[in-house]
Nanobody
């Protein structure tokens, strides 16, 4: 399984970005997916997660109402729409595949990781 995340970049505060994560393999739809981020000097934290068919989602408190996670199982892709970006959203963002169909809330619940895409929000 390979995950490739892209869509990061430099954006001004208040702007938007859409991250995408393309997965190889035929079993993408059998697993939950998550987006994590890691800022310099900080631990990796979960941002959002989605169950295998998209029926359940989770958002970290600081991104609720601003970020939206979605998936297209026909395209083996998970997305993270990020609106109203803030400087504190600056980080490297990683997509990951959960070990099962449900949402997982910690990095231990994921077994495959993408390479990360950098998001920088200027004030």
């Amino acid at each position: 399984v390979q995950l490739q995340a892209f869509g990061g970049g430099l954006v001004q505060a208040g702007g938007s970005l859409r991250l995408s994560c393309a997965a190889s393999g035929r079993t993408f739809s059998n697993y939950g997916m998550g987006w994590f981020r890691q800022a310099p000097g900080k631990e990796r934290e979960i941002v959002a997660a989605i169950s295998w068919r998209g029926g359940s989602t989770y958002y970290e408190d600081s991104v609720k109402g601003r970020f939206t996670i979605s998936r297209d199982n026909a395209k083996n892709t998970v997305y993270l729409q990020m609106n109203s970006l803030k400087p504190e959203d600056t980080a490297v963002y990683y997509c990951a595949r959960a070990k099962g169909v449900a949402i997982a809330y910690s990095p231990r619940g994921y077994d495959y990781w993408g390479q990360g895409t950098k998001v920088t929000v200027s004030s």
